[in-house]
T-cell receptor, first 113, second 116 residues
């Protein structure tokens, strides 16, 4: 099955700085890569996703890049704010499935005011 | 609230007891998923329903676990003879089911199970 590695496990930045979280996946057939944000005690919520037919996607301060050759994708958050503090999970689709996701272990992002 | 709901939010039980959790998906969603999340880990896929049909079960789902979605609406997850290793957050998610296409999965708040 798919294996997703996520780094770093914790990340601390100053407000206004950028944050980058990286994930690698093992299955070259994976074609869908979502990112979820989970605040303490709350449910995971999708913040951005990318499909394998594009290399980059942006939504305001958030962007995701995908390198299919190297099998890695990254989340970029610019102009970080304290409310960005949360655990972020990357995920990748499973080969031959249009529903099954494998998640990384998460990155705890702390934005210091 | 029109999102995914789960009940109960917390469950404390003694080892060996049976527990049942309920998930109510977003009404127009025909796909429903169960995940397990332990501390410091991402959600792990347990099982998936397309309408009332259970189409996949993870190896993580031992014989003590059973899930149903009798009318293609709400779903239940039952754990029989609970073990301390079953302690985790159980998350439910739902999505539309556009064929051959990934659709955003909307998660519920989860049921936190503690087995004493």
């Amino acid at each position: 099955g798919e294996n997703v590695e996520q780094h770093p496990s914790t990340l601390s930045v100053q407000e206004g700085d950028s944050a980058v979280i990286k994930c690698t996946y093992s299955d070259s057939a994976s074609n869908y890569f979502p990112w979820y944000k989970q605040e303490l005690g709350k449910r995971p919520q999708l913040i951005i996703d990318i499909r394998s037919n594009v290399g980059e996607k942006k939504d305001q301060r958030i962007a995701v890049t995908l390198n299919k050759t190297a099998k890695h994708f990254s989340l970029h958050i610019t102009e970080t704010q304290p409310e960005d503090s949360a655990v972020y999970f990357c995920a990748a689709s499973e080969r031959g499935s249009n529903y099954k996701l494998t998640f990384g272990k998460g990155t705890l992002l702390t934005v210091n005011p | 609230d029109t999102g995914v709901s789960q009940n109960p939010r917390h469950k404390i039980t003694k080892r060996g007891q049976n527990v049942t959790f309920r998930c109510d998906p977003i009404s127009e969603h025909n796909r429903l998923y169960w995940y397990r999340q332990t501390l410091g880990q991402g959600p792990e896929f347990l099982t998936y329903f397309q309408n009332e049909a259970q189409l996949e079960k993870s190896r993580l789902l031992s014989d003590r676990f059973s899930a149903e979605r009798p009318k293609g609406s709400f779903s239940t997850l039952e754990i029989q003879r609970t073990e301390q290793g079953d302690s985790a957050m159980y998350l439910c998610a739902s999505s539309l089911g556009l064929a051959a296409y990934y659709n955003e999965q909307f998660f519920g708040p989860g049921t936190r199970l503690t087995v004493l």
